[in-house]
């Protein structure tokens, strides 16, 4: 069975701390990996990912994937709190539907 | 249009009853999917259309759930006989193909009393 596992699963922090929120993956023909931001009801899209080893970067946001280890990661730099959301990570495997992870709900506080 | 569209953005409704959920995809996006999200959860995948093709129903939860999209564009979801267990947010997105990043719409949170 495809799987897809974040941790942790929740975290809380200060304004301007670093954060390094993890996704770790099982599954038959991956093609990519993207993770979104959730911050009431619709996620919204940050990163997809691709190819190993590659950062993408948006301002204090960045994500890169391993894929010998099958995992990848989401830093935020200097956290504010409207970093305050759940993201989340998906996977996709081809002709089917996204695999997505149950997410981390990071809380950041002033 | 502009983004994805979902109505009706709540809807309470008793045990028993059929609700129907609308989802309006992005203009040419040619694959539409339905996931839900209960409270504290990830996103449970439940139908997917791609174009023409049989849409994936593997996700359904049970045989009171069922989808149409009619023209290619918007898509209905529809629940059957309401269970309370069926609450939850209904979450529709949308792709120009498969293997594009997803566009989500804003939900309908569905309670079953």
């Known amino acids: 069975e495809d799987k897809v596992v974040q941790s942790p699963l929740s975290l809380v922090v200060h304004e301007g701390d670093t954060v390094t929120l993890n996704c770790s993956y099982e599954v038959t023909n991956f093609r990519s990996l993207l993770w979104y931001k959730q911050e009431k009801k619709a996620p919204t899209f940050l990163f997809m990912l691709?190819?190993?080893?590659i950062e993408k970067k948006s301002g204090r946001l960045s994500s890169i994937l391993d894929k010998k280890e099958l995992f990848s990661i989401l830093n935020i730099t200097a956290t504010q709190t409207g970093d305050s959301a759940v993201y989340l990570c998906a996977v996709s495997l081809g002709n089917t539907p996204l695999v997505f992870g149950k997410g981390t709900r990071l809380s950041v506080i002033a | 249009g502009a983004g994805v569209s979902q109505s009706p953005s709540n809807k309470v409704t008793e045990k028993g009853k059929d609700v129907e959920l609308r989802c309006d995809p992005i203009s040419g996006h040619t694959a539409l999917y339905w996931y839900r999200q209960s409270l504290g959860q990830g996103l449970e995948f439940l139908i997917y259309?791609?174009?023409?093709?049989?849409?994936?129903k593997s996700g359904l939860p049970s045989d009171r759930f069922s989808a149409e999209r009619t023209g290619g564009s918007v898509s209905t979801l529809t629940i059957q006989r309401t269970q309370q267990e069926d609450s939850a947010v209904y979450l529709c997105a949308s792709s120009r193909s498969t293997n594009e990043k997803l566009f989500f719409g804003s939900g309908t949170q569905l309670s079953v009393l």
């Open positions: 259309f791609q174009g023409n093709s049989a849409p994936d």
């Open positions: 691709t190819s190993s080893g």
